[in-house]
């Protein structure tokens, strides 16, 4: 089944992870019935005891005996580039085909795809054989909400480097679900608790494009087919676009089953000490939390601002665009480049504060309160960035002077 490249040439790539084997099983089982003639790539990979060099294997059923007979089964090394090549080689073998790439719970999607999508110097890129489809996550709501409060273990995940890359645990989680486009959330078979409710919520707020189905609902048809059709959500650049830190804050109104989400906003740099004295009104209650800052001490870097379960890193994340900087400016993606024109000021550019909390019982004027006594007052302000620079900063530390900068 082939349905959005006639015409053009390109076969279909299809994208499935999940939180769990069954959950990620159930998701290629519709799949497959949806389009019985793709072909599946399932991928493993491990890596080796100095955790650089990892193994990965590769798995085909389903499409012909062309596209099979085109795969090697075990190679070692980067994980996206070996894809990479297989993909190439179906593509090669047999043009036009529907592939589903099924991915292991140590991959995280949303990077893994944009390195694959990435075009090597001399070769040919995957956009010129296939279209994407929308990212398919299964979701099985005991081990979601097990993994959301696990900020003790880590996770060791590959994504656009060979090395995997520690997260918590819950990290790993709430990037899983925000990757997705179409979230099947499995009904494990135990008496309903209101656990598959209340995880719908949760999904709803922590990813609100993202179409979630409960188990048994795709019995509909007609709710199949986004998922063999080339996907809306993947801008033109790919899937790079979506890793952008300065990113159109999604928010979904309204509160379901106690789960809200606040948006915060300030065209004012921040004061590091009173940020950090914030901290205690501001996180209690919160799930997951994801932004941008603007840090009076760190005035020319973006500072992203992740939080899962109890955990909160804070990031220097590259630097906000300037206006007399064309290259920064080519190399933005197409929607940060419009949300800088949107919100640009003639002093300071794109600079703002944006978060996203979502959680249970969340007091949205608490938040908001906190966020607002942070940033710099009319006073400070005016002081100017060279003197900001001397603001204590128990968060992110002193920022490193240029030598030929005036004390």
Do not use: K
């Not at 944009?114 to 956009?127: F, N, Q």
């Not at 979601?144 to 590959?158: G, P, W, Y």
């Amino acid at each position: 089944m082939r349905a959005g490249g006639e015409g053009r040439g390109r076969g279909l790539l299809g994208v499935v992870s999940g939180n769990t084997p069954e959950a990620r099983g159930r998701v290629l089982d519709l799949l497959r019935r949806a389009s019985p003639d793709a072909l599946v790539l399932s991928v493993s990979v491990h890596a080796d005891a100095a955790g650089r060099y990892p193994f990965v294997q590769r798995f085909a059923v389903g499409g012909d005996e062309r596209q099979r007979a085109s795969l090697s089964q075990v190679a070692t090394g980067d994980p996206a580039v070996i894809v990479r090549q297989d993909l190439g080689a179906i593509a090669r073998a047999a043009p036009r085909t529907h592939v589903v790439l099924a991915l292991p719970d140590n991959v995280d999607a949303l990077p893994f795809l944009a390195e694959l999508w990435r075009s090597p110097l001399g070769r040919t890129p995957l956009s010129d054989h296939y279209d994407l489809a929308p990212l398919a996550v299964g979701i099985d709501p005991g081990r979601l909400l097990s993994d959301l409060r696990c900020v003790h273990r880590s996770a060791h995940l590959f994504g656009d480097h060979p090395q995997a890359v520690p997260l918590t645990l819950a990290e790993a989680a709430a990037r899983q679900v925000e990757a997705a486009h179409v979230m099947v959330l499995r009904d494990g078979g135990v008496e309903d608790d209101g656990r598959l409710d209340g995880s719908r919520a949760l999904l709803a707020h922590l990813n609100p494009s993202a179409l979630v189905l409960l188990d048994g609902e795709e019995r509909d048809s007609t709710l199949l087919t986004p998922l063999t059709r080339p996907g809306s959500g993947w801008a033109a650049a790919g899937p790079a676009d979506r890793l952008d830190v300065i990113a159109p804050a999604l928010r979904r109104r309204g509160i379901e089953r106690g789960v809200a989400s606040v948006l915060w906003r300030s065209r004012r740099p921040l004061h590091p000490q009173r940020l950090a004295e914030s901290l205690p009104q501001v996180m209690p209650a919160v799930v997951r939390s994801r932004g941008y800052l603007w840090v009076a001490t760190h005035p020319d870097s973006v500072i992203s601002w992740r939080s899962a379960g109890r955990h909160l890193e804070l990031r220097q994340a590259g630097s906000w665009l300037e206006d007399e900087d064309t290259g920064s400016w080519r190399a933005a993606s197409s929607e940060r480049r419009t949300l800088a024109s949107w919100h640009w000021d003639d002093r300071y550019g794109e600079r703002r504060n944006e978060i996203v909390f979502i959680g249970a019982e969340l007091d949205e004027d608490r938040v908001r309160a906190a966020l607002d006594a942070a940033v710099l007052d009319d006073g400070e302000l005016a002081l100017g960035a060279d003197r900001w620079a001397d603001l204590p900063d128990p968060l992110l530390g002193t920022a490193i002077r240029d030598p030929g900068a005036e004390p």
